[in-house]
């Protein structure tokens, strides 16, 4: 029940009479009406100990004035509390004495120097000089506790939202209380690092200098810092960043606290992958193709030359011979620009910002019933049928594990193997590839063992998270899924990979849709009148595109952010990149694909220009430029309004307040979402909804027959948080991270092939064979075979559902 709906109650704080819901925390009711109580342990996000006692105050009993610490006091009617009485004074002096009898005072040397609480709070609220003179506690400084934090046991005030966090919110119990009484301190357990993928959340919750961040320690103080306010672009929930940048280079991310999405918390993933944006390696000029190698070119020389061979192309095999691949990792205006240059300019429908990892685009965009992050605050039950939601979408994680351990709700988890909600998941179901829709039968019918979960499900408000859970398994099961949850008046929430996925395929980034959700068949009204003629019917999608290419089809193809060598599921991208008449690559880096390429041109990254982004909900929200681009680089948007203006076809861009306008204008999904809008008046973004009335831009899922049982052994295909991806390459900090490659076996299916951890196997999926280590998973399903998708070293491995292992290699 959220604060608005409880009872309101009267009390008193420091004389001044104010209302609080009933039961309300006194020291959070104090801040909401102005009064700040000094703490340390407390935070709003966790539950509260009271252990720090800095929050010490002063209330109002039959038997007179008592002293209580304000984050465990619940406010009633009639209430009186004193937070500046003398008593409550001198009682957080004491405290504050008391802390800083073992403390170090070396705030000049600190990292937490100039930010820190406790040095803010000794300076407001302490007694001005200690009566301790006895030497100070001392330990070996710092101790690696992970390979991202660091601590410094002196500087620890056992406070201990470090370890709630880990505990309450993350579900990684990692960091622990050891010792007793002046020997207390944080540690981790032996043989066991801290390991987890929101660590950095600890540092950034620390009141004092303890723990520390690898990547930012002694790089900046706070003062040289400018800082601004942006969206992530990692994860699709489309989590809120503040920038921290020194001498036009990012220093740090901090999570703000956005309530309908991530509640300040970010993954690690979020926080240390800015390290891409500074990288040495980041391209600077326009390179094109001499021998087998590069030669630097200018901007004029090679859209000169792009344009002459995209000319050719239109004129040869017309706008189809044309196709492009990527637009999930930039903007919404870079997508609508590319969208708009497909169409408009080169007449062509075969663009996809999917990578075959996905759904269909009309499936995320316009999925009737699709909710709120919020909804599974209210949640009764909640099914998860995707991805490892800790591995590919942490912030969900983090909401739906709040959901079922605080909130109460019934959480029922869908997998091949272990997932990192199971220590929460009143229902875990666990199958094997290639018999999901089986599993949904009997889920359907809720007979036997299935009759428990069929009753959760069927009491609401229900919350369903769908997905694909392995890059191996049909898409057509997420829609089944669907439509079987949307039975039951479900709140949907989709699941996919890439940072702007949802806005890309919104502004039409898609071979069936055009921005605003509109569909390619039929399309008509402002947007059309506005472009002008729409080639008909829908284009290729990015296996199509892959295809089209290695059949010697698509005469120019387009890469914008792509890397399908790596990246590319369900087809070979080096047989496509080899297959296309000329390859344009627009990227922060040279990849395995841009290697390829003909031409390849530097474009602008994450807070090096502005605009809009669209997450799982359909929020609308803002990125910010902070820094610089690196050398000549450029925003997409930019570079296909040259190329437009060169082929004859101007698309008049102007800027990317211009595009969004134009998306404001001729989008039906986003009419009314204005760039002053987003700027200064919606700080959490506005939702693009989808309208039940419009009819056209809605998609009801359907139950989709798939394939029966394979024999043999099917692939578990998954990603994971950490890999071999174009962005983690260039970061220090996470690129050591990834798992690396490897073939999990079932014990018995080990034993089998008399194979032990570590030993190498050969791996027969599809077409192509791999020699990878065996590692032992005890979690998977019998008779499935789990590889982890994109790791160092690895090379692209097929999506087949079959899969085969060996101890030799098969003749």
């Not at 969004?660 to 959490?684: F, K, M, N, Q």
């Not at 050591?736 to 018995?748: D, E, N, V």
Request: hydrophobic residues 40%; contains cysteine; proline residues 7%.
């Amino acid at each position: 029940m959220s604060g608005d709906d409880r009872t309101m109650v009267g009390l008193t704080i420091d004389g001044v009479e104010v209302e609080a819901p009933a039961g309300e925390l006194l020291i959070k009711a104090a801040e909401d009406n102005g009064v700040y109580i000094p703490r340390f342990c407390w935070h709003p996000r966790m539950n509260p100990v009271g252990m720090c006692r800095m929050c010490l105050v002063e209330i109002e009993t039959p038997r007179g004035r008592i002293i209580v610490p304000s984050c465990v006091q619940p406010v009633n009617d009639g209430m009186v509390a004193y937070t500046e009485s003398a008593p409550a004074k001198k009682a957080q002096e004491g405290v504050l004495e008391f802390l800083l009898a073992n403390h170090p005072l070396d705030c000049p040397v600190c990292d937490k120097g100039g930010e820190c609480p406790l040095q803010d709070q000794t300076m407001s609220y302490g007694p001005g000089e200690s009566r301790f003179v006895e030497e100070k506690r001392h330990f070996a400084k710092p101790v690696p506790i992970s390979d991202l934090v660091l601590l410094d046991r002196e500087r620890c005030i056992l406070c201990a939202r470090c370890t709630r966090f880990s505990d309450e919110i993350s579900g990684d119990p990692l960091i622990e209380f050891q010792g007793r009484s002046g020997h207390t301190q944080v540690l981790t357990f032996p043989d066991e690092p801290f390991n987890s993928y929101f660590s950095g959340n600890t540092v950034e919750i620390c009141p004092v200098g303890a723990l520390t961040a690898v990547p930012y320690r002694f790089r900046a103080r706070p003062w040289d810092l400018t800082v601004g306010e942006s969206t992530g672009t990692v994860h699709t929930e489309g989590a809120g960043i503040s920038v921290h940048v020194s001498q036009n280079r990012v220093l740090r991310f901090l999570g703000l606290d956005i309530d309908a999405t991530n509640q300040g918390w970010l993954s690690d993933k979020e926080r240390f992958g800015f390290e891409f944006i500074g990288s040495p390696e980041r391209l600077r000029t326009p390179l094109i193709k001499d021998g087998d190698g590069f030669r630097d070119a200018g901007w004029g020389e090679a859209l000169d030359l792009v344009s002459e061979r995209l000319r050719a192309a239109i004129t040869n095999g017309g706008g189809a011979s044309v196709a492009a691949l990527g637009g999930a990792r930039g903007t919404n205006e870079d997508a609508y620009a590319l969208s708009k240059f497909m169409r408009v300019a080169v007449g062509s429908n075969h663009l996809d910002a999917g990578l075959g990892d996905g759904l269909p685009a009309r499936f995320l965009t316009g999925l009737a019933g699709r909710g709120r992050i919020d909804d599974l605050e209210t949640a009764r039950t909640i099914l998860l049928w995707g991805p490892d939601l800790k591995e590919t979408h942490p912030i969900l994680y983090l909401r739906v594990r709040r959901a079922a351990q605080e909130l109460g709700a019934t959480l029922i988890v869908v997998h091949p193997r272990r997932t990192g909600l199971d220590d929460r998941a009143d229902h875990k179901l666990t199958y094997r590839p290639g018999e999901g829709a089986q599993l949904l039968e009997q889920l359907k019918a809720g007979s036997g063992e299935f009759q428990a979960v069929r009753e959760a499900l069927d009491r609401g408000p229900l919350v369903a998270l769908v997905g694909r859970p392995g890059l191996a398994e049909d898409p057509r099961l997420a829609e089944s899924v669907a439509a079987f949850a949307r039975s039951l008046d479900a709140s949907m929430l989709p699941l996919v990979h890439r940072g702007n996925t949802f806005g890309a395929f919104d502004m039409g980034v898609a071979p069936d849709l055009l921005p605003g959700r509109l569909p390619v068949e039929g399309a008509a009204g402002p947007l059309v009148d506005a472009w002008g003629a729409i080639p008909p019917g829908p284009g290729l999608d990015a296996v199509g595109i892959a295809a089209a290419c290695g059949a010697g089809e698509i005469e120019v193809l387009l890469l914008y952010g792509a890397d399908p060598v790596r990246d590319l599921v369900g087809f070979d991208g080096s047989a496509a990149l080899s297959g296309a008449g000329f390859v344009v690559a627009m990227d922060l880096f040279l990849t395995d694909s841009s290697r390829r390429a003909d031409v390849v041109l530097p474009a602008l990254g994450f807070g090096e220009k502005k605009g809009t982004v669209t997450n799982l909900e359909g929020r609308v929200q803002m990125v910010n430029r902070l820094v610089p681009g690196p050398g000549q680089a450029r925003a997409d948007w930019s570079v296909l309004d040259d190329l437009a203006g060169r082929l004859g076809r101007p698309l008049d861009l102007g800027s990317e307040r211009d595009i969004a306008d134009e998306v404001s204008r001729l989008a039906p999904a986003y009419a009314g979402i204005t760039w002053d809008h987003l700027e200064w008046d919606a700080r959490e973004g506005e939702v693009a909804p989808i309208d039940p009335a419009d009819q056209p831009f809605v998609h009801e899922p359907r139950h989709q027959e798939l394939n029966g049982r394979l024999d043999g052994h099917t692939l578990h295909l998954a990603r994971t948080l950490y890999d071999d991806g174009v962005l983690l390459r260039p970061c220090p900090s996470l690129a050591p991270l990834a798992p690396g490659a490897g073939a999990y076996l079932t014990p018995a299916h080990a034993a089998s092939l008399a194979v032990a951890e570590g030993d190498e196997v050969v791996v027969r999926i599809g077409g192509q064979t791999v020699r990878l280590p065996a590692r032992i998973d005890q979690s998977l399903a019998e008779g499935s075979v789990y590889i982890p998708f994109n790791q160092p070293g690895m090379g692209a491995v097929d999506n087949s559902l079959g899969v085969s292992v060996s101890v030799r290699e098969p003749s």
